[in-house]
């Protein structure tokens, strides 16, 4: 084990200035990904602040009907909190889908949004990997790829996110708060990640020692019809294969508004915005709704062995729509 130091923050200020002053410092939420990583030798902070007693957490009503969740609050509470399961079921049924309960009990929220691509290359020393030494190459792509992206990759790397979470913060337009010793600011969830290019280790746009401190979900997305479902490998405890949020506002026999963002497929949670024009201010038939589950996938570029990705999430995507417009019967 390699030594480090480890500091609480008391206030944000205090967290900033730590991660400021020493360029090795990393933040810990929970741990979940980070000491997995430290474990594997994949992170090596030279410090450790431990964001856990900043008041950060819960969950709090803004003026339009949305609510904000603070960077600390745990996954489990998160999922549970009655306005969460109220406004947004997506996101409590996404939260609910990652992971184990007792990982639900330590992960935070902002931490989830941060944790790195579960790629078997990545998390070993072994083997090259543009996502930990860039320019060293992604063996992935001619190697074991089956569960990577089929959207939105480059040659220099196929890996997926791993969240469940921040697919349905897709879905729902969410805003993500951070605060940097400047001020604080804030980024919509859609440009919070960057597309791999030809950089694959820059993840976000947040800035340099940035520190995120809540994620907000707009009074515009509350109450529309919603579901996340998710494929995997195994019954629980599995990262998606595929996955499927979407919400969707139906008034006078019309979708009137419609977002699907989709997991599992890609290096960042992926908005379908081409399927979802399919469907905005149409009437949701079965035809429409299977010409929609097309489109999303109309630009996948599947490798070698990762094909029958394409043919899941249209299927899911087909499943999901239905459910929530009542057409699935008419399939």
Same mark, same amino acid.
């Given at each position: 084990?390699?030594?480090?130091?480890?500091?609480?923050?008391?206030?944000?200020?205090?967290?900033?200035?730590?991660?400021?002053?020493?360029?090795?410092?990393?933040?810990?939420?929970?741990?979940?990904?980070?000491?997995?990583?430290?474990?594997?030798?994949?992170?090596?902070?030279?410090?450790?602040?431990?964001?856990?007693?900043?008041?950060?957490?819960?969950?709090?009503?803004?003026?339009?009907?949305?609510?904000?969740?603070?960077?600390?609050?745990?996954?489990?509470?998160?999922?549970?909190?009655?306005?969460?399961?109220?406004?947004?079921?997506?996101?409590?049924?996404?939260?609910?889908?990652?992971?184990?309960?007792?990982?639900?009990?330590?992960?935070?929220?902002?931490?989830?949004?941060?944790?790195?691509?579960?790629?078997?290359?990545? @998390?070993?020393?072994?083997?090259?990997?543009?996502?930990?030494?860039?320019?060293?190459?992604?063996? @992935?792509?001619?190697?074991?790829?089956?569960?990577?992206?089929?959207?939105?990759?480059?040659?220099?790397?196929?890996?997926?996110?791993?969240?469940?979470?921040?697919?349905?913060?897709?879905?729902?337009?969410?805003?993500?708060?951070?605060?940097?010793?400047?001020?604080?600011?804030?980024?919509?969830?859609?440009?919070?990640?960057?597309?791999?290019?030809?950089?694959?280790?820059?993840?976000?746009?947040?800035?340099?020692?940035?520190?995120?401190?809540?994620?907000?979900?707009?009074?515009?997305?509350?109450?529309?019809?919603?579901?996340?479902?998710?494929?995997?490998?195994?019954?629980?405890? @599995?990262?998606?294969?595929?996955?499927?949020?979407?919400?969707?506002?139906?008034?006078?026999?019309?979708?009137?508004?419609?977002?699907?963002?989709?997991?599992?497929?890609?290096?960042?949670?992926?908005?379908?915005?081409?399927?979802?024009?399919?469907?905005?201010?149409?009437?949701?038939?079965?035809?429409?709704?299977?010409?929609?589950?097309?489109?999303?996938?109309?630009?996948?570029?599947?490798?070698?062995?990762?094909?029958?990705?394409?043919?899941?999430?249209?299927?899911?995507?087909?499943?999901?729509?239905?459910?929530?417009?009542?057409?699935?019967?008419?399939?």
């Amino acid at each position: 084990m390699r030594e480090f130091a480890y500091q609480r923050a008391a206030q944000v200020r205090d967290a900033l200035a730590a991660v400021a002053d020493d360029t090795g410092a990393r933040y810990l939420g929970g741990g979940t990904n980070l000491v997995d990583l430290m474990k594997c030798g994949v992170e090596e902070p030279t410090r450790l602040v431990d964001l856990r007693r900043l008041p950060l957490g819960g969950v709090h009503d803004t003026p339009d009907g949305g609510l904000v969740i603070g960077a600390t609050t745990t996954n489990s509470d998160a999922a549970a909190d009655l306005e969460v399961r109220r406004r947004f079921p997506v996101l409590s049924q996404a939260v609910l889908a990652g992971a184990s309960g007792q990982l639900r009990n330590m992960a935070t929220v902002g931490g989830n949004l941060l944790q790195r691509t579960r790629c078997g290359y990545f @998390a070993d020393l072994s083997q090259p990997c543009n996502k930990r030494v860039p320019g060293s190459g992604c063996p @992935a792509i001619a190697g074991a790829h089956h569960n990577h992206a089929v959207l939105g990759h480059t040659e220099h790397c196929a890996a997926t996110h791993p969240s469940d979470m921040a697919v349905a913060l897709a879905a729902l337009d969410a805003v993500v708060r951070y605060e940097t010793l400047d001020g604080a600011d804030e980024i919509p969830l859609s440009r919070f990640y960057l597309p791999v290019g030809d950089r694959p280790d820059r993840e976000t746009a947040l800035p340099p020692g940035a520190l995120v401190t809540a994620v907000v979900l707009p009074g515009s997305a509350a109450g529309l019809r919603s579901r996340y479902r998710k494929v995997r490998e195994r019954a629980s405890y @599995a990262f998606a294969t595929v996955s499927v949020a979407a919400a969707l506002d139906i008034r006078d026999g019309a979708v009137r508004d419609v977002r699907i963002a989709l997991g599992g497929v890609a290096s960042r949670p992926w908005r379908a915005g081409s399927a979802e024009a399919l469907l905005r201010g149409a009437r949701p038939t079965a035809d429409r709704v299977r010409a929609c589950a097309e489109e999303a996938l109309s630009d996948a570029y599947p490798l070698r062995d990762n094909g029958y990705k394409v043919t899941l999430a249209r299927n899911l995507i087909e499943a999901v729509l239905g459910e929530l417009t009542g057409t699935e019967e008419n399939r």
